[in-house]
C-alpha cells in the first residue's frame, strides 16, 4: 500500500525559505510514471495546488506562485521536495503531498495524500 | 479566489440524497476537463472519492456518484449515513491559469 509522509519544520521566520521532504512507502518512485504533487491549506480554509514533479525531474508549478517554489525529487531516496522561498505569514499551512495520477496533463487528480504537516511563518 | 464554485454547506438527514455543484467555466469545466471529488474528514487530510468525474476508486462506498454537463459538475450523495460529514472539494484543470484548482469546498451536515 503506498503510503507518503511529510516532514520538515514546523516555524519559518518570514522572509526565509520554507523546506518540506515527502518519503514515498510502498513503491519504488523510480520504476513508477507517476507524477508527484504539493498541496496547500490555510487554516480554516481550502486547497491550493503549488506544484508537480515527474519521475523523470520535469515539474509543474501554479503559476501563482512559480517564482518562489522548486521541487526536486530523489528517486533513490524515494523522496521529493518542496523549498517556497521569501515567506510570509500568508504562506502558514497545511501542507501535503500526494500522488498525482492520470492519463493526461490535464486530467489528473491527487491519491493518495500524506497526512499533511503544519507550517507557520512567524517571527 | 478559486474559479471552482461550491456551495459552502448543504444538509440531510441520515438516508436522505444530497448533491454538491461544482460551477466553472469554458477554460476549465467547459472545456472538457474532467473533475475530481475529495472528502475531507475533520483533522484529516483529503480522500480521493471520485477520480475523472464519475470513477469510484476501489473501497469507495457506492453511494457516492459524480456527474459532469457542460461547465458543472456535481457529486451526489445517496443514503447519507452519519459518517459521510465532512468537507467535499471539486478539482479540475484551468487552462487560463494553466493550474490545477480546487472548488470553494462544501461542508456536509448531517442532521
Avoid at chain 2, 465532512?86 to 472548488?103: H, K, N, P, T
Wanted: neutral net charge; glycine residues 10%; hydrophobic residues 30%.
Amino acid at each position: 500500500q503506498l503510503q507518503l509522509q511529510e516532514s520538515g519544520p514546523g516555524l519559518v521566520k518570514p522572509s526565509e525559505t520554507l523546506s518540506l521532504t515527502c518519503t514515498v512507502s510502498g513503491d519504488s518512485m523510480s520504476s513508477s510514471s507517476y507524477f508527484w504533487g504539493w498541496i496547500r491549506q490555510p487554516p480554516g480554509e481550502g486547497l491550493e495546488y503549488i506544484g508537480s514533479i515527474y519521475y523523470s525531474g520535469s515539474t509543474f508549478y501554479n503559476s501563482s506562485l512559480k517564482s518562489r517554489v522548486t521541487i526536486s525529487i530523489a528517486t533513490s531516496k524515494n523522496q521529493f521536495s518542496l523549498k517556497l522561498s521569501s515567506v510570509t505569514a500568508a504562506d502558514t499551512a497545511v501542507y501535503y503531498c500526494a500522488r498525482h495520477s492520470g492519463s493526461s496533463s490535464g486530467n489528473r487528480w491527487f491519491d493518495p495524500w500524506g497526512q499533511g504537516t503544519l507550517v507557520t511563518v512567524s517571527s | 479566489q478559486s474559479v471552482l464554485t461550491q456551495p459552502p454547506s448543504v444538509s440531510g438527514a441520515p438516508g436522505q440524497r444530497v448533491t454538491i455543484s461544482c460551477t466553472g467555466s469554458s477554460s476549465n469545466i467547459g472545456a472538457g476537463y474532467d473533475v475530481h471529488w475529495y472528502q475531507q474528514l475533520p483533522g484529516t487530510a483529503p480522500k480521493l472519492l471520485i477520480s475523472e468525474s464519475t470513477n469510484r476508486p476501489s473501497g469507495v462506498p457506492d453511494r457516492f456518484s459524480g456527474s459532469k454537463s457542460g461547465t458543472s459538475a456535481s457529486l451526489a450523495i445517496t443514503g447519507l449515513q452519519a459518517e459521510d460529514e465532512a468537507d467535499y472539494y471539486c478539482q479540475s484543470y484551468d487552462s487560463g491559469l494553466s493550474a490545477y484548482v480546487f472548488g470553494t469546498g462544501t461542508k456536509v451536515t448531517v442532521l
